[in-house]
């Protein structure tokens, strides 16, 4: 007697669960987590719908109550996207040809979970956070260290310092209403440009404009805290440039790039100039109608400095024909900061040593006092624009 054939066993899918296992599983994932589920799968797009997920996510994020889904006549899973797409997705970015940087604003729970009480950072929230760098902007709750309570900034470890908990600051906020409602603002109005769906962290002055024939040239400009430092004084800026040609221009007016010159003035004065080919290693084309834009960087070793300069180009039609483009000034300066009252302790205490070994040389003061003006590293960021 023949024996019987098992049927072979049916492949195991995620249509062929059941619902409610699968609901429970979904509703431990992140917000971010739950948006992918809704592009994985038939199946999952259906349940990653079920508003009920979203309810705890409104409550969590945003702070919604039952009141204000009822008013607004929307699912939460709707309400949590449009606030999300309005607010929720970056603090900003900020792209170099060799740096990155995006903030998010962090939840109440994570934001919780990273409470400081270590010496430099003592009651301070952090509110923000980037996944590149590390970097945080942070709260003050307290006025302890130095800090006004309420007061909002970056984080700025002393390089020179011996003590780690000697941490200067870059001012961004002196409360969390200035500063959350300044940045809305920014992207409201536009202020801040948005590329590729992200919001791009450039500050551009209207008046930082010029035009050259058919050429318009425009830049925006930001600082960027992680890169930089008080002691040693070492101010990071990268600035935005956009190259565009009026679209009622005639055909023959299109050209091309061959070089730049800079003029580099920092706030003490002394200028520095950089002449050379192209821009970030390109050699754009320009015609009608058509923009380029780029993304560089400078160093100054004082609070504040500015550029200006021109492009020089050819036309395509008349090989032979060249002609300057001018680059506006644009000014870029750091943020107010605050140093720490760590090094200033320890600054004193020193100074009160030699105070009391009644020493005559002051060679030693001098370093301490030039140190303050030393160029900043060539190696960071070169000039190469």
């Known amino acids: 007697m023949a024996a019987a054939v098992e049927p072979e066993p049916q492949p195991l899918s995620l249509e062929l669960l059941p619902t409610d296992p699968l609901l429970l599983i979904l509703s431990f994932l992140d917000y971010r987590?739950?948006?992918?589920?809704?592009?994985?799968?038939?199946?999952?797009?259906?349940?990653?719908?079920?508003?009920?997920?979203?309810?705890?996510?409104?409550?969590?994020?945003?702070?919604?109550?039952?009141?204000?889904?009822?008013?607004?006549?929307?699912?939460?899973?709707?309400?949590?996207?449009?606030?999300?797409?309005?607010?929720?997705?970056?603090?900003?970015?900020?792209?170099?040809?060799?740096?990155?940087r995006s903030e998010d604003l962090l939840d109440i729970d994570t934001a919780a979970g990273g409470f400081q009480q270590r010496l430099g950072l003592k009651q301070c929230l952090p509110l923000t956070f980037c996944i590149h760098t590390g970097l945080s902007q942070y709260m003050a709750l307290e006025s302890v260290e130095g800090r006004n309570k309420y007061e909002i900034f970056y984080q700025c470890p002393d390089q020179m310092a011996r003590n780690p908990s000697a941490i200067d600051m870059f001012i961004t906020g002196t409360s969390y209403l200035e500063w959350f409602t300044s940045y809305v603002n920014n992207v409201v109005t536009g202020g801040y440009p948005i590329i590729r769906d992200q919001i791009f962290r450039y500050v551009h002055d209207k008046e930082c404009v010029a035009t050259t024939g058919d050429i318009t040239v425009s830049v925006s400009t930001s600082f960027l805290p992680e890169l930089s430092s008080v002691h040693p004084p070492h101010y990071f800026f990268t600035y935005r440039i956009r190259i565009e040609m009026s679209k009622d221009a005639l055909p023959e007016k299109a050209c091309q790039l061959d070089s730049r010159y800079w003029r580099i003035t920092n706030a003490k004065g002394d200028v520095e100039e950089v002449q050379g080919p192209g821009v970030v290693g390109e050699f754009p084309i320009i015609s009608p109608g058509r923009v380029y834009e780029y993304t560089s960087c400078t160093t100054f070793s004082t609070t504040s400095g500015y550029m200006e300069g021109y492009y020089t180009f050819h036309c395509l039609y008349y090989k032979d024909k060249f002609f300057n483009v001018i680059i506006p000034r644009f000014h870029m300066v750091c943020p107010t900061f605050k140093v720490s009252t760590a090094r200033m302790e320890t600054n004193h205490n020193e100074y009160a040593m030699d105070e009391d070994e009644d020493s005559t040389d002051t060679d030693e003061y001098e370093d301490r006092r030039r140190v303050l003006d030393i160029p900043a590293p060539s190696g960071r960021c070169p000039r190469h624009t």
């Open 33 to 100: 987590d739950l948006l992918s589920c809704c592009y994985v799968s038939r199946r999952l797009n259906q349940l990653s719908s079920h508003d009920p997920l979203w309810k705890r996510h409104c409550k969590k994020y945003w702070l919604l109550s039952e009141a204000e889904k009822t008013r607004r006549k929307q699912s939460w899973k709707a309400i949590f996207i449009s606030i999300y797409s309005d607010l929720g997705r970056l603090m900003g970015s900020m792209a170099l040809s060799n740096h990155y």
